[in-house]
C-alpha cells in the first residue's frame, strides 16, 4: 500500500506547477508557466519514493527462501513438499506477508501439537526451539 504521506508529500511538490501570472518571485524569475530546476528534481525525487514504495509493498523477502526450498523439492519430486520447518522469524515473516496480501490464513496444530501455517501447498510448521531465521529441508508426509 502506498503510505498516505507520500501521497501528500506528492500533492507537495506537483504544487510547484504554477499558472502563468503567478506572483512568486520564483515564478517571475524563472518565467510565467516555468519551474525551476529545484523543483522539478523534487517532483523526480518525490515520484521515486512513491515507486519505491510500491515496489516494497508487493515485495516481501520473507517468502522468498521458502519459495526456493517449494520449487527445489517440486522439480525434484514432482510435487510440492507436505512441510517445512521454520524459525519463529520467518514464521512471523510469513504471516505477515499473508496478511500484508490479504490471504486467507489457515491455520492449525500438527499431531505433536506444533503451530502450522499454510503456504501455497505446504505447511509450515512452527519450530521455536531452533534459531529464528531457520528452513528446514522440505519434507513429506512419513
Known amino acids: 500500500m502506498i503510505d498516505r504521506r507520500e501521497v501528500l508529500k506528492l500533492?507537495?511538490?506537483?504544487?510547484?506547477?504554477?499558472?502563468?501570472?503567478?506572483?512568486?518571485?520564483?515564478?517571475?524569475a524563472v518565467g510565467a508557466g516555468e519551474m525551476s530546476d529545484k523543483s522539478a528534481q523534487d517532483?523526480?525525487?518525490?515520484?521515486?519514493?512513491i515507486s519505491a514504495a510500491v515496489y516494497a509493498a508487493q515485495s516481501f523477502d520473507a517468502v522468498i527462501p521458502l519459495?526456493?526450498?517449494?520449487?527445489d523439492h517440486l522439480k525434484?519430486?514432482?510435487k510440492f513438499p507436505d512441510f517445512i520447518d521454520v524459525g519463529v522469524d520467518?514464521?512471523?515473516g510469513v504471516y505477515?506477508?499473508?496478511?500484508r496480501m490479504q490471504q486467507p490464513l489457515v491455520l492449525g496444530r500438527d499431531p505433536g501439537g506444533r503451530y502450522t501455517l499454510l503456504l501455497?501447498?505446504?505447511?509450515?510448521?512452527?519450530?521455536?526451539?531452533?534459531?529464528?531465521g531457520f528452513i528446514?529441508?522440505?519434507?513429506?508426509?512419513r
Do not use: C
Request: hydrophobic share 45%.
Open 11 to 28: 500533492g507537495g511538490l506537483l504544487g510547484g506547477f504554477r499558472a502563468g501570472g503567478a506572483n512568486d518571485a520564483e515564478a517571475v
Open 43 to 49: 517532483i523526480v525525487n518525490g515520484l521515486k519514493a
Open 67 to 71: 519459495r526456493t526450498r517449494q520449487a
Open 76 to 78: 525434484a519430486n514432482n
Open 90 to 92: 520467518i514464521w512471523m
Open 96 to 99: 505477515d506477508w499473508h496478511v
Open 120 to 132: 501455497g501447498f505446504t505447511q509450515l510448521v512452527l519450530r521455536p526451539d531452533v534459531t529464528s
Open 136 to 141: 528446514s529441508v522440505p519434507y513429506d508426509a
